[in-house]
């Protein structure tokens, strides 16, 4: 039986500042959260027209449609004392398969903590890129205290996210 491949999970690695989608991805999800609060420079995403349930409900959907079929099956925003089994549970995740497991009340809305999370990785320099299977991967981890987010994904899915929040409902 071969062996399963596993993701390296270690803020080590070089940051490429010169990888145009690096810039892109760090741009937006740094320095243009979409989060209220998180940034002078960005546009919030009810300024894009997310806002309300049913909006952030087709944002939700429309995010996880763009990303591999495995983020569909490892989404997992959690309360406090979820955390632990989801953590536990995306161990078996092996590369190049997508990941988002998250405090879910860190902000006003489920959506609003993920893309917190993952602004919170850039910010605190908690985050890697590697390459998996020829597909660069983002490894994201935000900790308070206590783990509150460890989300992997794939490199073309963060730019589609970027362009379906930017493109509104």
């Known amino acids: 039986m071969a062996k399963q ?7 080590d690695s070089d940051i490429k ?13 740094l320095f243009e959260c979409p989060t209220p ?7 919030t995403f009810e300024g894009f027209g997310w806002q309300g349930t049913k909006q952030f409900s087709k944002l939700k959907t ?9 983020l569909k099956f490892n989404y997992y925003p959690c309360s406090k004392n979820e955390l632990p089994d989801k953590f536990s549970m995306v161990k078996k995740v092996s590369p190049v398969d997508e990941y988002c497991v998250f405090l879910k009340t860190d ?23 590697k390459k998996y299977e020829k597909t660069q991967v983002y ?7 206590y783990l509150k ?15 379906i929040i930017k493109k509104g409902p």
Not at 37 to 43: D, N, P, Q
Request: glycine fraction near 4%; hydrophobic fraction near 40%.
């Open 149 to 163: 987010a460890e989300i992997i994904l794939q490199e073309d899915t963060l730019i589609k996210w970027i362009d």
């Open 62 to 70: 429309s995010l996880l449609a763009a990303a591999s079929n495995s």
């Open 37 to 43: 609060g998180k940034s002078r420079r960005g546009t």
């Open 17 to 29: 500042f010169g990888n145009n989608n690096f810039q892109k991805i760090l741009k937006f999800y």
């Open 139 to 145: 490894f994201f981890s935000n900790y308070d205290n």
């Open 107 to 129: 902000e006003k809305t489920v959506m609003q903590s993920l893309f917190s999370a993952i602004r919170n990785a850039f910010a605190h320099g908690s985050f890697c890129v």
């Open 5 to 11: 491949a596993k993701y390296k999970k270690s803020f």
